[in-house]
Structures are given as C-alpha cells and as structure tokens.
C-alpha cells in the first residue's frame, strides 16, 4: 500500500506538468470572449478527428478536492492503525475462500504478493501514460482532453486514497497471515508481524486502486471513443481483468480476506465512475470556453511554484 501511495505521489506530479505544458483552450474573438479551438481536424496519428473536451472543466474545487485527498492519503500511509479492531478475524465466507485460494509455502505467497504489486501499478498508470498522454493527445491530437482526463484521473486516485486510507486505520483489521505470526514460517520478528501493516487489511487498496483504474479507463474509451469499436470495449475488459487478477492474487498472497477484496472492488468501482462522471454529466454548449483553472509552473528562489489561473 505504501508502494500504491508513492504512485499516487508521481502521477500527481505529472498531471502538474500535463496542466503546465497545456495552452490555453481558447481563442480571441469579437468583444474580448472566448471560444474553443477549432476541433474537427484530420491531421491526426489516427486519421479520426482531433477529440473535443466538451464537458465541465477540472475547476478550482476539484483542484482542492484532489489536493485534500492527495494529503489524507499520505497521512493515513504514515499514521498507525487503531489499536483497537473493528473487525476481528474472519467473517461470513471469508475462512473457506482463504482455504481454497491461500497459496501453499511463504516464498510463494510472496511471489504472488509481488505481482500484485505490478497489477496495481500497471492499474493505475495506464489511464495517464497510454489513455490521455497516448491516445487522447498523440493518436488523436487533443492536448486539452489529455490534460482534462489526467486530472480528472489523479482526483479520483486520491478520493479513493483517502477513503481506502481511512477505513484501513479506523478498521484496523488484522491480515490473515497474522493469526500464523510465531507459529512455523513466519517468526514473531518478521517484519510483517511486527510493523503496522498487519493491521491494513480492511479494505484491500491494490484492488481498490485498481478497479478504480479500469473505471477510469471504461469511462474515457466509452465517453470519447478514443480508438474506436471494437477497441474501446476491449481496454475496457482489460482493465477489468487486470483488476480481477490483482484481487485475485491479493487473496493467494494471504493478503487479504475475501470481504477485503469485495468492499475494495465496491468501492474503487464506485469512485472510479462517480468522479469523472461528475464532469460528464454536465455538457458545456460549443462556443463555451467552460471556465477552468489552468496551472504553470515556474521558477522560485530555492525550487519552483505552482501558479493558477481562475
């Protein structure tokens, strides 16, 4: 989870340079308003028409929203859970799912923990670096879509951060492998009994990262037709089935209970279509300029500083 909030961290940092290297969306016309640049354009990678951001823009309050979920989530990486639990060992179906799924020998558990790893990471990257900078902006030329679905991306990353965060410190649920903590393969002196990660296992967040990844991407694909039938519904499906796998493996990892898993796919689902669809539910008419926010960044003494437009 630590490594999924270091991610988190990165691609905060690219979309601040995504929303630097942007131009202004619009252009001068009688009486000093504005309007979009000119959209239909074949002169494109793909030979498909440059696509037009025609919703509402990432504004002032997304900014903060983002920026408010971007900080709780790493205060949460930081703070140690309760050291009461909420939940306490496991409940319903979860003992008879860990027994069918549960990988036989330590080494493999953690050979499957680390795949997860690369899950969660390809989850989470592939919406900036192949949907919006790829596709949207090279293959069908519309940097101002890029930079509208990367924000858009990181501000439904760090929603879901701060409220996977959260739950898994005030939950305080014990991982399964905890119950074998002194008890053959792993001694009380592992670093997996002894630190605070024990203690995250409610709810999952490489699956609630993840399905929130194959949302974002379904959303933009289906909303844009960023390459087209049948493509679109296939990196949709894919997204998912990454998704799916990483759970998957969470569980044979014995990272994770199966209400764990579950609760997380719930709710990287939920965020991962609400936020966008926050924007895409609202339409803004052709000849708007749809005010937004736009960002630079510059040089100061010492580093650099974020300025913003309104």
């Not at 709780?72 to 930081?78: D, E, F, H, R, S």
């Not at 339409?283 to 913003?308: E, K, M, N």
Request: glycine share 10%.
């Amino acid at each position: 989870m630590q490594r999924a909030r270091r991610w988190l961290a990165g691609l905060a940092l690219f979309a601040a340079v995504t929303s630097s290297l942007a131009p202004a969306a619009a252009e001068s016309v009688d009486g000093g308003a504005t309007t979009p640049s000119p959209v239909i354009s074949l002169d494109t990678p793909s030979g498909l028409p440059m696509i037009e951001w025609r919703w509402r823009r990432f504004s002032a309050l997304d900014y903060g929203v983002g920026l408010a979920g971007g900080a709780l989530t790493l205060a949460m990486a930081i703070v140690d859970p309760l050291p009461t639990h909420a939940i306490q060992g496991p409940v319903l179906f979860d003992t008879s799912v860990r027994n069918a799924l549960r990988a036989p020998g330590l080494q493999v558990r953690y050979t499957y923990r680390d795949f997860s790893d690369v899950g969660v990471s390809l989850a989470v990257t592939w919406p900036f670096f192949a949907d919006a900078l790829t596709t949207a902006w090279w293959y069908r030329g519309s940097r101002d879509t890029a930079e509208q679905m990367a924000l858009i991306d990181l501000e439904a990353l760090a929603v879901i951060g701060a409220v996977q965060g959260a739950t898994n410190v005030l939950v305080s649920r014990e991982r399964p492998y905890g119950a074998d903590c002194g008890n053959g393969e792993l001694p009380n002196q592992a670093d997996d009994c002894v630190g605070a990660t024990r203690y995250r296992s409610f709810f999952s967040g490489h699956t609630a990262f993840s399905f929130t990844g194959a949302a974002l991407i379904c959303v933009h694909h289906l909303k844009h037709e960023l390459i087209g039938a049948p493509w679109d519904a296939v990196s949709c499906a894919g997204g998912y089935a990454v998704a799916a796998t990483t759970s998957l493996f969470r569980m044979v990892a014995d990272m994770h209970y199966a209400t764990d898993v579950l609760t997380g796919a719930l709710a990287g689902t939920l965020v991962g279509y609400g936020v966008p669809l926050l924007h895409y539910a609202f339409p803004v008419p052709r000849g708007s300029a749809g005010g937004h926010v736009q960002l630079t960044l510059a040089p100061s003494p010492g580093g650099a500083s974020l300025l913003g437009v309104f």
